[in-house]
């Protein structure tokens, strides 16, 4: 595999041979995103952003970085002044045992992007100069990946349960509160009628008691 770094940081890799290409499409992951010369022949050139990066927060700059390198990895597309490249993510790539090796196709075609390329040497120059080769195992980066999201997945659910507990606490809490304090109001309701009542009965026993002497 060739790897290779864009002005921006990102790393862009892609398969050396239909073989290596093979091994890109079984073992991406979510982060990556997969650009190919559209109706030709070419390389398949990957992206990958960071963890829950989306694509709107890259540059058209890089992009295009991505578009030149495959377009310049096209045994037709670089001889052409400009071709169009699509992409979309590793995961909306769709597989069938009946496609020869480095074939693909798509999950959702609404999710493929198309952009217009025009041949800029300067751009796949300076790409080149930070061109490497390495030999990762893809297979151990996707499982490794793949656990992270899970562990990720069970940290988010005990999140949640731990917010449903807090807010369950919270209302058993109001509940008690308002019940407390209509108990409240209803003695001192009680209170001010007793009140009420009492100083009522004083002044008729002080107008019977009044009558007596007249």
Known sequence: MFFFTSKEGYTMYMGKDKFENEDLIKYGIPEDFWFHVDDL??????????????????????IMECAQLV????????????????????RNLLKTNNMVAGQVSYHDKTKVKRVKVVKDNSIVNALNRTKTESFPDLAAQQEARAAEHRADLKAKKRAEMAAEQQAKVEAEEA??????????????KSNADLAANLTGNEETDVNDFEDDFM
């Open 41 to 62: 022949s070419s390389a398949h050139v990957y992206l990958r952003l960071q963890k829950n990066q989306r694509l709107e927060d890259v540059s058209e700059e890089t």
């Open 71 to 90: 377009k310049a990895n096209s045994i037709e597309g670089c001889k052409k002044k400009e071709v169009y490249v699509v992409y979309t993510r590793w």
């Open 175 to 188: 509940a008690r509160l308002r019940s407390y304090e209509s108990l409240m109001h209803g003695e001192m």
